[in-house]
């Protein structure tokens, strides 16, 4: 905030002409033009807390010692859920299917999700407004729709059975879309010069993509991918119409809200969080680097590249 | 010409498995829904038959009317609440935040990180009785009956926190697009804080608006886990109606219907607003 911190200095003198009887007025309306001007900074602080009092609710309630099957009033500090995060046996298989399943979504829908957007950015081509729609529409129908269109296909082919297979199929088809629109948003902002220079220099298209283009958007591909991943494990309402007997995290945690939620849940529910925001720290710090790697400009002394850190 | 062949092919190839994908398991099954939709079960099997039966649709509306206008009604109250949540937050992250920008822009997606439902059942916490919340609304008069869960005031009330990201992150996107130095000529021509916010700033961000509204409508008036978790028996939504009918009733005619107009009349609702709001929010950019 060091932006605002100049507007705190003190009003000037003539705001303030005496001392004594006037102060106590001066200070009331200095408090009060603080408040106006910082108005918005402290609705925007309230927010972000809102955001996060779930978040601490769960961690709390993680150490919680419920006496009954639900975990949504406050009795006692234990750290037993801690410390066997992974007793219940259905709950640990239904994560294992999750994470499964979120990772071959992932993989499948990143692969093909990247040649689309590759497709679209740099080619042009009869159909592409088809192609763009294409991609926009499954983000703008509502879970419930997709899912129940999705079982209603099932039913009507009369499938084997609904399974991990119909899961997967589901999710790649509901991240794909996503991973387009984080790929593209990377292609987009790409300096064609440096293909250029690499097809100058007697790369093969093959060795071009490979050795520049790749690199420059990994990325954009590994934001795509881990939105993917973060949309499959999480998702609940899709999973709910084409499971059959399969049980993830979401449809097991569904499943037990009806007979009282285990402890354990909270417990899983925060080694993902912590998990997840230890990938995304990695990611940005990767990106970081790639992007000073990047940064580097041709009038730079071939020394810089080497040790950035020398001035 | 033949150059210009072999220079588009990898272009289709590039795009065959994502439209495959797309076509053979959101499109046809969106064409198999509505098929199903105007189906008549055949008595006694658990077969259809295709017989042009638009009677399904009038008694699926005339029997869930209710829950049909409450889900609009619900989400767009939560939508209305997510802006006027969000733009202080996405303005401070834009234009005041300096180097507490990425841990702001970190608080609001970390809620994506614990789980959907674990959320929504920690809500369940913050709204019961023994709750500070509640009785603290229940002082100033907000709940005079002293509990909130299981009331619509707790599903609007799920239903902002959990798309309220959905709201900013397109928000800030806009804002901070903005050139800051159209706000300071805005200064400069002596307009005051205010009319630069209402004048310059707000339609400036106006994409970042119809982005972020959308992007909460949508899923929001689809939703079922709030009314699951957060109402009671008489805040059921049409999601809730639509997968009870489908997955605990097999009546997959009637819940066909139901999802077939949800998705027409959002699709009408998103294309009203649009004409009204400009097409490039939706859109997003076209390739270079």
């Known amino acids: 905030m060091s932006a605002t911190a100049v507007d705190t200095r003190p009003p000037a003198p003539d705001d303030a002409p005496g ?9 009331r309306a200095r408090a009060w033009r603080w408040l106006r001007e910082h108005a918005v900074n402290v609705v925007a602080i309230l927010v972000v807390i809102y955001l996060l009092v779930p978040i601490v609710v769960i961690f709390v309630f993680s150490f919680n010692n419920p006496a009954g099957r ?10 037993k859920h801690w410390s066997h995060p992974f007793s219940d046996t259905e709950l640990t298989k239904a994560m294992l299917t999750s994470i499964k399943l979120a990772l071959l979504a992932t993989v499948v829908s990143t692969v093909i999700g990247t040649m689309m957007a590759i497709a679209l950015v740099r080619h042009k081509f009869v159909g592409r407004r088809i192609a763009n729609f294409l991609i926009v529409i499954p983000m703008a129908t509502p879970e419930v729709v997709m899912g129940a269109s999705l079982l209603s296909f099932f039913l009507i082919l009369g499938t084997p059975a609904l399974g991990f297979e119909t899961l997967l199929i589901a999710h790649v088809m509901f991240c794909i879309s996503f991973v387009v629109v984080v790929v593209r948003s990377r292609l987009i902002g790409f300096d064609r010069s440096l293909e250029e220079a690499a097809k100058d220099l007697g790369a093969g298209p093959f060795t071009t993509f490979r050795l520049v283009t790749f690199p420059l958007i990994l990325p954009g591909i590994f934001g795509g991918a881990m939105l993917a991943f973060a949309l499959s494990i ?9 499971s059959g007997t399969t049980v993830t995290f979401p449809l097991y945690i569904f499943g037990a809200a009806q007979r009282g939620i285990p402890v354990e849940v909270y417990v899983v529910a925060m080694i993902l969080f912590f998990g997840t925001v230890a990938a995304m720290g990695l990611v940005t710090w990767q990106q970081r680097r790639a992007e000073k790697m990047t940064a580097i400009r041709p009038e730079q002394e071939a020394s810089d590249i080497v040790l950035p850190g020398v001035a | 010409m033949i150059d210009a062949i072999r220079r588009r092919t990898p272009a289709y190839l590039l795009l065959a498995p994502g439209t495959l994908w797309l076509v053979v398991f959101f499109v046809i099954p969106l064409y198999f829904m509505a098929k199903l939709s105007l189906d008549t079960e055949i008595p006694g099997t658990l077969h259809y038959r295709f017989t042009w039966e638009w009677s399904n649709y009038k008694e699926a509306l005339e029997l869930y009317d209710t ?9 767009g109250i939560a939508t209305i609440l997510c802006l006027i949540i969000a733009y202080p937050l996405a303005y401070v992250i834009a234009f005041k935040a300096g180097r507490w ?4 822009l970190f608080a609001v997606v970390a809620p994506f990180f614990t789980t959907y439902l674990v959320r929504t059942l920690a809500w369940k916490t913050i709204l019961s009785n023994e709750s500070p919340i509640t009785e603290v609304l229940h002082a100033i008069g907000l709940a005079p009956s002293g509990h909130i869960l299981y009331t619509g005031f707790a599903v609007i009330a799920g239903i902002t926190y959990n798309f309220l990201p959905f709201m900013v992150l397109p928000l800030y996107a806009s804002l901070e697009r903005i050139d800051v130095r159209v706000l300071e000529a805005s200064k400069d021509l002596y307009a005051s804080a205010s009319s630069t916010f209402w004048k310059v700033t707000l339609p400036l961000s106006l994409p970042g608006v119809v982005a972020g509204t959308l992007l909460t409508f ?20 049409i999601g809730n109606v639509i997968q009870s009918l489908y997955l605990t009733q097999s009546d997959y005619s009637a819940a066909a219907a139901l999802s077939f107009v949800l998705m027409a009349v959002i699709m009408v609702v998103v294309f009203i607003y649009i004409r009204f709001a400009g097409s490039e929010a939706l859109m997003g950019e076209e390739a270079v």
């Open chain 1, 19 to 27: 001392r004594g009887s006037l102060s106590a007025e001066t200070g």
């Open chain 1, 70 to 79: 639900y975990n949504f009033t406050w009795v006692g500090f234990t750290l």
């Open chain 1, 234 to 242: 999480d998702d609940f309402v899709i999973s709910n119409f084409n």
């Open chain 2, 67 to 75: 829950q049909f206008g409450r889900s609009f009604i619900y989400a």
């Open chain 2, 101 to 104: 920008r990425n841990l702001m």
């Open chain 2, 218 to 237: 949508i899923p929001a008036v689809g939703d079922y886990v709030n009314a699951e978790f957060l109402g009671g028996a008489n805040n059921r939504m």
